[in-house]
């Protein structure tokens, strides 16, 4: 795997090139999440192939970067551990082709021959042996300094914050601000369509005349948020929080069909379309 490839992976997944296994894993999950189709409407098949595409994407990159991770971890323990004695091995030339180099024992003549001076050798040896031992037998015993504890890794940068910024008239469609804060952000007139809004937080935002069809709000947090006069058709807030958000002229359906999803939304204290307040 070249750099290049590496690097691609590691962004695809959002993360820091040289992340951990565990924080690839985690990643992997939340990406998965949110870019999943089944979370997409039936009828928005364009936005839902993107989505397929997205999580092949994803699960490319999670496997690659797991493949690499693991083969990298098998190979510091196989280097760390001791290398057993062999009398014969292989060695490869660049080329690919295998020289093979034997290691022989010496004939049994030269063993006796040498005999004699391996024998002074080896009393030599126990000579120093003995001398070094009572020289560390006068010596006071050295403890050993701890073990120096691994630097932590770093944890994988944070999406900016965007809470009071000014969006207004913006052209944000099929943008991803999942999990973003947008608290008291400015979003008059801006175009949210087929935007993903998983988990935002929009409290106390201003999306007057905002574009926001199709888009994506589950369990995003909309107190006390300005939706005067915004196009909410084909828009999906099953969990949102509107408590106290003002939806004052806000286009819901067509006719007396309602057109957004609001399973387990919380609308207490908001004002709905018509004027009247959800108790």
């Known amino acids: 795997m ?7 992976y590691y962004k695809v997944l959002d993360l ?3 992340a951990s296994l565990e924080l690839v894993d985690q990643a992997y999950k939340d990406l998965a999440f949110i870019w999943h189709p089944d979370r997409i409407p039936e009828e928005n098949q364009r936005l839902k192939k993107i989505a397929e595409e997205k999580l092949k994407e994803i699960n490319q990159a999670r496997e690659k970067l797991r493949s690499l991770l693991r083969q990298s971890g098998s190979n510091s323990t196989q280097r760390s551990s001791t290398v057993p004695r062999s009398e014969s091995y292989s060695k490869s030339t660049s080329n690919g082709a295998g020289n093979s ?15 004699q ?15 070094f031992q009572r020289q560390q037998a006068s010596q006071p015993p050295v403890t050993p300094k701890p073990p120096t504890p691994p630097a932590p890794t770093p944890p994988p940068a944070r999406p900016t914050e965007l809470s009071g910024l000014s969006f207004k008239g913006a052209d944000l469609k099929e943008r991803d601000f999942s999990s973003r804060n947008l608290s ?14 998983h988990k935002v937080n929009l409290s106390g ?28 058709i084909g828009a999906d807030l099953s969990g949102a929080d509107l408590r106290c958000a003002d939806l004052t002229g806000a286009k ?8 957004v999803k609001l399973t387990g939304a919380k609308l207490a204290g908001a004002i709905l379309p018509d004027g009247s307040v959800h108790l």
């Open 252 to 259: 819901v359906g067509i006719g007396d069909k309602i057109m």
């Open 2 to 8: 070249t750099p290049s490839e590496l690097n691609y």
């Open 101 to 115: 180099y034997t290691y022989q024992k010496p004939p049994s003549n030269y063993q006796s021959s040498t005999y």
């Open 205 to 232: 935002a201003c999306l007057y005349k905002a574009n926001l069809f199709r888009a994506n709000f589950l369990q995003a947090n909309l107190t006390y948020a300005n939706l005067k006069e915004a196009n909410l």
């Open 184 to 197: 008291g952000a400015d979003l008059t007139e801006a175009d949210l369509s087929d935007a993903f809004l």
């Open 117 to 131: 001076s391996s024998t002074y050798q080896s009393r030599g040896k126990d000579h120093e042996n003995n001398n």
């Open 16 to 18: 820091k090139p040289g």
